[in-house]
Nanobody, 115 residues
Framework: QVQLVESGGGLVQPGRSLRLSCAAS????????MGWYRQVPGKQREWIAH???????TYADSAKGRFTMSRDNTKNTVYLQIDSLKPEDTGVYYC?????????WGQGTQVTVSS
């Protein structure tokens, strides 16, 4: 099994930046794909970006430009940098990991963008 723990959310003013973290319980190099998603009440969980074990990062069209996903293999942690935050970025951000044939999710971290 893979345990994922997200952190870094909070209340942020519009225009500011935020970096979310997702720490995995196993080596990132053994995880096929890790991704970031956002969910707002009443809507489906929305894919933002993912990174493969080989380090290739892909973004949703809506995320290109302000979202940056990265990783630190020494800390078994992936990050999601969000710049120029907007109120519509508000939601619960989840990371997931595909390991062997299973997908694992973290508990999520709340991001609220408001003045």
């Amino acid at each position: 099994q893979v345990q994922l723990v997200e952190s870094g959310g909070g209340l942020v003013q519009p225009g500011r930046s935020l970096r979310l973290s997702c720490a995995a319980s196993i080596r990132l190099s053994s995880i096929t794909v890790m991704g970031w998603y956002r969910q707002v009440p009443g809507k489906q969980r929305e894919w933002i970006a993912h990174i493969t074990s080989g380090g290739v990062t892909t973004y949703a069209d809506s995320a290109k430009g302000r979202f940056t996903m990265s990783r630190d293999n020494t800390k078994n942690t992936v990050y999601l940098q969000i710049d120029s935050l907007k109120p519509e970025d508000t939601g619960v951000y989840y990371c997931n990991a595909t390991w062997w044939r299973d997908t694992y999710w973290g508990q999520g971290t709340q991001v609220t963008v408001s003045s």
